[in-house]
């Protein structure tokens, strides 16, 4: 069983930042793709971000130039770095992985965390 623990959500001003978190837990062999999705209220769930296991990344155009993902192998953990937020930028947060569980022969599955509320408000 792995789980996806997110932190870093919070409240903050047009034009603030904050760092989101997400942390890998359990049994398993690696950890590719680790990804940020947002879901805003009445919208449907929207790719932010994705980091290879290599560092790759790639971003939505809505953040590009704002945001920065990053991730710690050591940690097993993703973080989301949120600058210039926007009320548009509102929105529940989820990180999701791709991990590589301890099974014969191994499997690769999908994991969601239970995702983080980020609001932009004056």
């Known amino acids: 069983q792995v789980q996806l623990v997110e932190s870093g959500g919070d409240t903050v001003q047009p034009g603030g930042s904050l760092r989101l978190s997400c942390a890998a837990s359990g049994r398993f062999l690696s950890i590719h793709n680790m990804n940020w999705y947002r879901q805003a209220p009445g919208k449907q769930r929207e790719l932010v971000a994705v980091?290879?296991?290599?560092?790759?990344?790639n971003y939505a155009d809505s953040v590009k130039g704002r945001f920065t993902i990053s991730r710690d192998n050591a940690k097993n953990t993703v973080y989301l770095q949120m600058s210039s937020l926007k009320p548009e930028d509102t929105a529940v947060y989820y990180c999701?992985?791709?991990?590589?569980?301890?099974?014969?022969?191994?499997?690769?599955?999908?994991?969601w965390g239970q995702g983080t509320q980020v609001t932009v408000s004056s």
């Open positions: 999701n992985a791709y991990v590589t569980v301890v099974a014969q022969p191994p499997l690769v599955y999908d994991y």
């Open positions: 980091i290879s296991s290599g560092g790759s990344t």
